[in-house]
Antibody, heavy 118, light 107 residues
Framework: EVQLVESGGGVVQPGGSLRLSCAASGFSFRHFTMHWVRQAPGKGLEWVSLITWDAATTYYGDSVKGRFTISRDNSKNSLYLQMNSLTTEDTALYYC???????????WGQGTLVTVSS | DIQLTQSPSFLSASIGDRVTVTCRASQGISSYLAWYQQKPGKAPKLLIYAASTLQSGVPSRFSGSGSGTEFTLTISSLQPEDFATYYCQQLNSYPLTFGPGTKVDIK
């Protein structure tokens, strides 16, 4: 069974940094593109970032480009999101998700909550 | 960036109703569209990909159609467990984008 477990969320002040992690199990992590998606409280889904299986290619949403960095460690079956220069607009539940060969996201974690507040 | 709109934003329906949700893209995306269901407090669940392909394990009452800029998600006979919010997503180009969602509620 595919499992994705996010961690690292918490309360951070504006301008601060946070690193999220996603531990993957139940599938061959090193073979799959992975994503981060976020959802602000009471709002819709916003795609954040993608990293290919070999980490050779990354993409970012416009609102996080230049501030967030996605990475992975295939030896640890782990996905990461380094978030810098956080603003209140970054407050959201952050999900990691497994890619279905470019056709959508067929497995999701339960999310980790990031709150940016002074 | 490709913008997605969904209509309606909210719909009230009864058990057994046929329900249709529309998703429109600001430019052509071929068939690179997925549909998700999200229930309160839960992660989204993939229902349909490539506009019309049913994800494994998803009931056959769900179907998708369309290509280019207009797409539909249809639930042929609404069941109690289908009351949720539905999102479309385009995978044609980066940044990937989601529609704003359609909440399906009980009449």
């Amino acid at each position: 069974e595919v499992q994705l477990v996010e961690s690292g969320g918490g309360v951070v002040q504006p301008g601060g940094s946070l690193r999220l992690s996603c531990a993957a199990s139940g599938f061959s992590f090193r073979h799959f593109t992975m994503h981060w998606v976020r959802q602000a409280p009471g709002k819709g889904l916003e795609w954040v970032s993608l990293i290919t299986w070999d980490a050779a290619t990354t993409y970012y949403g416009d609102s996080v480009k230049g501030r967030f960095t996605i990475s992975r460690d295939n030896s640890k079956n782990s996905l990461y999101l380094q978030m810098n220069s956080l603003t209140t607009e970054d407050t959201a539940l952050y999900y990691c998700a497994k890619d279905l060969y470019g056709n959508g996201f067929n497995s999701w974690g339960q999310g980790t909550l990031v709150t940016v507040s002074s | 960036d490709i913008q997605l709109t969904q209509s309606p934003s909210f719909l009230s329906a009864s058990i057994g109703d046929r329900v249709t949700v529309t998703c429109r893209a600001s430019q052509g995306i071929s068939s690179y569209l997925a549909w998700y269901q999200q229930k309160p407090g839960k992660a989204p669940k993939l229902l349909i990909y490539a506009a019309s392909t049913l994800q494994s394990g998803v009931p056959s009452r769900f179907s998708g159609s369309g290509s280019g800029t207009e797409f539909t998600l249809t639930i042929s006979s609404l069941q109690p467990e289908d009351f949720a919010t539905y999102y479309c997503q385009q995978l044609n180009s980066y940044p990937l984008t989601f529609g704003p969602g359609t909440k399906v509620d009980i009449k």
